[in-house]
């Protein structure tokens, strides 16, 4: 099967509709998930967590889950505020594969 990582760093896909830099992309994102794993793909979308409390993988369809990483503080953050914590973010997903034992193509 194949694997794809997808990023979506300043607003999680699960997020609710209508709050602070939520809308369209996060629908984008969770639907063309959802439709990649319909297809067969695996799709793993990496998102920087923003609440501790919500669980570090969700699964969001056939194939399709969210991973939440921590990358600075966890709580929401203005997207001008996000470059500092992307080598943290990057080290996270890394981190995440090697414990899976998953590599993406």
């Given at each position: 099967?194949?694997?794809?990582?997808?990023?979506?760093?300043?607003?999680?896909?699960?997020?609710?509709?209508?709050?602070?830099?939520?809308?369209?992309?996060?629908?984008?994102?969770?639907?063309?998930?959802?439709?990649?794993?319909?297809?067969?793909?695996?799709?793993?979308?990496?998102?920087?967590?923003?609440?501790?409390?919500?669980?570090?993988?969700?699964?969001?369809?056939?194939?399709?889950?969210?991973?939440?990483?921590?990358?600075?503080p966890e709580k929401p953050l203005p997207k001008n505020e996000l470059l500092p914590?992307?080598?943290?973010?990057?080290?996270?997903?890394?981190?995440?594969?090697?414990?899976?034992?998953?590599?993406?193509?």
């Amino acid at each position: 099967m194949k694997r794809t990582a997808v990023f979506s760093v300043h607003s999680c896909p699960l997020a609710a509709l209508g709050g602070k830099e939520t809308g369209g992309m996060n629908v984008y994102v969770r639907e063309m998930s959802r439709e990649m794993g319909r297809l067969g793909f695996q799709a793993d979308v990496f998102t920087r967590s923003q609440n501790p409390h919500i669980a570090r993988v969700v699964q969001i369809g056939r194939n399709a889950r969210v991973i939440h990483l921590k990358a600075g503080p966890e709580k929401p953050l203005p997207k001008n505020e996000l470059l500092p914590h992307l080598p943290e973010f990057i080290d996270g997903i890394k981190k995440f594969s090697a414990e899976e034992g998953v590599s993406y193509d």
